[in-house]
């Protein structure tokens, strides 16, 4: 089944303590995104990968880190998480966006509560 | 400033009337835009495509119209029903990464 994998679904953590949400997708697709959602902000995004080894920064970038070695996964470090990124994260992934208008499949979720 | 605008007020309906969502931007050339329907605590998950050069499309009970003079896009449900109760994302996208709106929730009530 084409599907994008995220783990964990919920997280509890406290503040300054290192994670990583996994994100991997079996569509063999280029494009790989991260957002964030926040009630009343919406969908927010932190970073966006093209293809391998190539990444940038969407509209909120700070405090998060990515790397993309392989085309399946896209992980999300948080170095130093603080309370201000508790917040409902997706990841997701597309054949890619430069021409082809191609949808995106999302992740199930991922709830972050950092104390 | 770049905007996009859907309204934040849930939208109330009974059950086989036709639901009507709104998504309007400023400052943006769309190339397309799309619609996506969100569960609460759930991903997005796409729902229809319309580009720039279209002005009307179709899926079953679905469909969006897109009007770039006005710089908006209607998304209406015909004979809704209760578990068409979600919240519904517009995105436009083009030669950049498509950006969301904030949703609208819909809520049909029996």
């Known amino acids: 089944e084409a599907q994008v994998t995220q783990n964990p679904r919920y997280l509890i953590t406290v503040t300054g303590k290192k994670l990583t949400v996994t994100c991997s997708q079996n569509?063999?697709?280029?494009?790989m995104s991260w957002y964030r959602q926040d009630p009343g902000l919406g969908l927010r995004q932190i970073y966006y990968?093209?293809?391998?080894?190539?990444?940038d920064k969407g509209d909120v970038p700070e405090g998060y880190k990515v790397s993309r070695k392989e085309k399946r996964n896209f992980p999300l470090i948080l170095e130093s998480p603080s309370p201000n990124q508790t917040s409902l994260y997706f990841c997701a992934s597309s054949v890619d966006t430069a021409t082809t208008n191609e949808k995106l499949f999302f992740g199930s979720g991922t709830q972050l509560s950092v104390l | 400033s770049q905007k996009i605008e859907q309204n934040s007020e849930a939208l109330n309906i009974q059950e086989g009337k036709t639901a009507t969502l709104t998504c309007n931007y400023t400052?943006?050339?769309?190339?397309?835009l799309q619609w996506y329907r969100q569960d609460p605590g759930r991903g997005p998950v796409f729902l229809l495509l319309i580009r720039e050069n279209e002005k009307e499309k179709r899926k079953e009970r679905l469909k969006v119209t897109f009007d770039t003079t006005l710089k908006q896009s209607l998304f209406h449900i015909t004979a809704s029903q209760p578990a068409d109760s979600a919240t519904y994302l517009c995105?436009?996208?083009?030669?950049?990464?498509?950006?969301f709106g904030r949703g609208t929730s819909l809520i049909v009530h029996p």
């Open positions: 995105a436009l996208g083009g030669s950049y990464i498509p950006t």
């Open positions: 400052n943006y050339s769309p190339a397309y």
């Open positions: 569509m063999n697709h280029e494009y």
């Open positions: 990968s093209m293809n391998v080894e190539v990444t």
